[in-house]
């Protein structure tokens, strides 16, 4: 969800983002999967979400913790967010979803 990593690193670059996904994703899992299974399919998935609300939007980022300059003071966020909504009418966040299906051979 890359819109959300730039609205937090927009008011806070120094915010903390971990990096698990970039061990294993989409982008390598079947590499990784390929070395214990003789069959590795991905299924890709494009989806977004679509938020007309600053509240629920601004909880969610709050819950993760990713800055304690947020933490200390959302307001900045919360105005980045209803500006967002005000001018576009919402904001719309990309999901990067996948599902790998992984088979042994007999």
């Known amino acids: 969800m890359v819109e959300i990593r730039e609205l937090i690193c927009g008011i806070d670059p120094d915010a903390y983002f971990d990096t698990a996904a970039s061990e294993f994703g989409l982008e390598n899992g079947v590499q990784q999967l ?8 991905l ?3 494009d989806d977004a979400l679509v938020v007309t609300e600053t509240e629920p939007l601004v909880a969610y980022i709050l819950s993760l913790h990713r800055s304690e300059a947020i933490q200390s003071n959302p307001e900045p966020l919360i105005s ?20 790998f299906v992984a088979q042994k051979s007999h």
Do not use: C, P, T
């Open 43 to 45: 299924y890709r998935r």
């Open 80 to 99: 980045v967010v209803s500006e967002q909504i005000a001018l576009k009418g919402a904001v719309k966040i990309q999901k990067d979803m996948g599902l």
């Open 34 to 41: 390929n070395h214990k299974f003789s069959n590795v399919h």
